[in-house]
């Protein structure tokens, strides 16, 4: 949930289809800026989230894929630059976590 001093919080599960099923990380906060931080996490656990908070702080923006221009090759990808300032920002990052870290953030409820 947004918190107007604070911005998002999300509880991290590393998504796991192979093994044991989901596993719990534990907590992520995304800044007003649109900087990731742990909040809350194991000392293993803790590991694996600074290396996804990492990647996300050292990316300028995100990028969303886009229809790809009519006249595009039939393989042809599209993408558009999502800013940390843009709403579309918390979609995109969430898409960019599960997508390149097997990470699904979900928002947290009481924060």
């Given at each position: 949930?947004?918190?107007?001093?604070?911005?998002?919080?999300?509880?991290?599960?590393?998504?796991?289809?192979?093994?044991?099923?989901?596993?719990?990380?534990?907590?992520?906060a995304l800044s007003l800026d649109g900087m990731l931080s742990v909040v809350q996490a194991g000392s293993r656990e803790r590991a694996v989230l600074e290396t996804v908070v990492a990647s996300v702080n050292a990316k300028p923006c995100m990028h969303v894929r886009t229809?790809?221009?009519?006249?595009?090759?039939a393989s042809s990808v599209s993408s558009r630059p999502v800013q940390r300032s843009e709403p579309a920002f918390v979609g995109a990052l969430v898409d960019y976590v599960?997508?390149?870290?097997?990470?699904?953030?979900?928002?947290?409820?009481?924060?």
């Open positions: 949930m947004a918190n107007s001093e604070t911005g998002i919080e999300f509880d991290a599960v590393l998504v796991d289809e192979d093994h044991d099923g989901d596993v719990p990380l534990g907590r992520v229809p790809s221009a009519p006249n595009a090759g599960a997508r390149y870290h097997d990470l699904r953030l979900t928002l947290r409820a009481d924060a």
